[in-house]
């Protein structure tokens, strides 16, 4: 059995060593690449039922565009080719020849889609196209984590065409709050709404919404951005509509995004020195029955029992398996599915079994209940719904714990060098006061929170005059 | 209206036709690739859940792996790499910087997943693993179509390793039969299972088995392949494992893989000169209603009659859309949905309304019914097996009355050349009889079928002995 480090000893190897010991993800031979592993995979799989869904009940279908951009069109929005160009890997040969125009493998697609949208889009009547996609993006990352910062990794991508400002103004708004809905409900992670400021928005954005959630270290992550475009790609591009008044009119654009570093958010949120925890709503196994026994007499009992409660545990509508491995002891396979982060661990044993009862030990609080086993299986989905919300409010409690209000800047510098949690301090909006603390102490603007109330204050760095507090910490 | 050429005057023009006015896809900026628009991409989503289904019904999980290759890994396995290479995207720079080792994108998985296997694998207790992954891969094509031959394309590639011969064989079948009940059951299209000769197949497998399908020309298309790879990768990347008596062996293996070209297949073979049609089990819509009015009077009492019919079939479990759009005639969406393939249209005017009756259009047969509101939706489950099947037995008919058993070289050159249907001929396996053939029509040997008994025969090109027919065709 592995042991993992544990996270007061080092945080980041804790983190590693739980990808590579659930076997989530392993490092790749290509440089700064992963491979994700069918335990991580599954995890992948079930965000993106809960996302997909969410996306087609508000309008979306999803199509896929190509891999590959010419290079020309990298460079016709100018704050987008200076964001992303140096990140992309290059194609120069294709069929053994050398191109005649090198194709950059996307980084994200915003380009290549436009130069399509110019073909479909012509009247107020095409609009707005609601698409998604599901993809390989790749950026080249000087510095990699897995899941976290990877080379080459797995998103969706929603690219929206509206008639006006408000139509996509509002789009990107909707689809900010449908992360956040994912985050808190699927996730149990609690996240901050809000603008990114100008220095941190998406390279051809007007502006950037984000979520930014705390992990267990009290860094950030941002775990999802949606975009307004405004018209830059649609001039970039040359996509005009006609409007409904007859006139020619640039087309309004939002893009918005969440990927595979959303599995790396939900280990670093809810996993403990034991292993992986994973929240019931994306587990891809809810319960596992561990059948205890010495001889074949009590292996063939208990295993019946077993195998009839999970019928009855699958038939209410949750996902189970039983491990009846003879190989594994019970307390090497104890420690083995709290490593891999499955919610509910059954126990039958022979003395268990004579007096008609069962164990169940949940593994967010590591609990253990005694229970008939008549109840087991009607028990199951109250006990996934109390881990659920059980972890949501841990991890609530800790973002507020950790969320500290200073309008000093030697205390924000405390605060976030020492990773305490996140400053919440005035600024008063000057770029140079941003780079400052970032020069400091690497801690960047997380975000200007929707939730934060208009207040007159001083900017924490230059004492300007703030409208508002900003969230700053380091991140992910 | 856009009008699609017919079958009869041109059949490369009709499936353009097809793919490009439902919307299915359209042709990228980037040589050889296309994009496919919601309409395709649908169609590909109900393949991919139903194939999801049934790969993990046979105990295979997800996984994802990188999407380069280093070079170097391309070039271990001799005949792999002699046949992939040439078709190869290659990467030389990343990050602004030319790279050290030239990155592949990957046309096929084997070589990086084998070398991820070498790290995963010691022991026979590591054994089967059985990996597939959804990707999108690269191969340069010098003349591409829509869906059937892109540069870059989607599909899913299992990849295997077992500890014998027999568990890697039975794996290749298993698959290569999941294939041809997906293609019967869901697609609708039968197809011929077999064995491809040395000279088709895959580069790096020792056997390769197909499903092969008959186009409405009469062309053959290739929609499923499931490698036996014995230990050539194994071998390539020094992959061995502990066997049951304590010595290293060499893992077995196998891939199998369907692509997008399926979408391609679907239309070739259901599709008539109205339009697309789909099978009702893959259709991403299965009803479509169409309100019938003048008035906004009528217009209000015919959709409130739509809108409850829509509920009532939607809760009966099919996917049901209604068109009340002002601003096209009834006739106009007709055909549009002929156009687009829905299996089924209802139609309800004011004056079905009065007699409280609709008609109901099946989008296979043009058959039109008029029945009682109320019995809409109870019939729509059994009008939509009777398409599924109705597709399936015509496309069964076609097949066989296009399947011409010939003893003859010349009427086989005859069959082939003038696409009148696949030619079942002895062959006694040379390569060179082979060649002659392809030489001389163009057509190649599709598959040695399974189901063919054995005969003794003499090669319809030299006359020398065999033992079974085989099948030879023009091929997509």
Redesign the interface.
Known sequence: MAKITTRDKDYSQWYIDIVLNAKLA?Y????G??????NG??I??KMQQALDGMFKETGH??????????ES?MTKEAEHVEGF????????????KELDEK?Y?RPTSET?IW??YK??IQSY?DLPLL?NQW??V?R???RTRLFLRT??F?WQEGHTAHETYEDAEAEAMRMIHVYQRFAEDYMAVPVIVGKKSDAEKFAGAVHTYCIEAMMQDNKALQAGTSHYLGQNFARAFDVTYQDRTGQQQFVYATSWGVSTRLVGALIMSHSDDQGLVVPPKLAPTHVVIIPIFRTDEEKQQVCDAAFTLKKEISAAGFRVDVDDRD?YKPGWKFNEYEMLGVPLRIEIGPRDLASGVCTIARRDTGEKTTLPLTEAAGKTGGLLDSIQNGLLEKAKKRLQEHLFVTDSYDQLVDIVTKEKGFAKSHWCGSPVCEAKVKDQTKATIRCIPFDEPEEAGSCVVCGGASSKRVIFSKAY
């Open positions: 392993d790749a031979p290509v440089r690449c992963m491979v994700i592993r069918p995979y599954a992948w799989e279908t999803n199509a896929y565009f190509p891999l590959f951009i010419p069109f160009s140096p990140e992309c890997a290059v194609v120069t040969h294709g069929g053994g194709l493998v290549i130069s399509m073909k479909w009547r698409y993809a390989n790749v080249w990352e000087m080379t080459e797995l190989q």
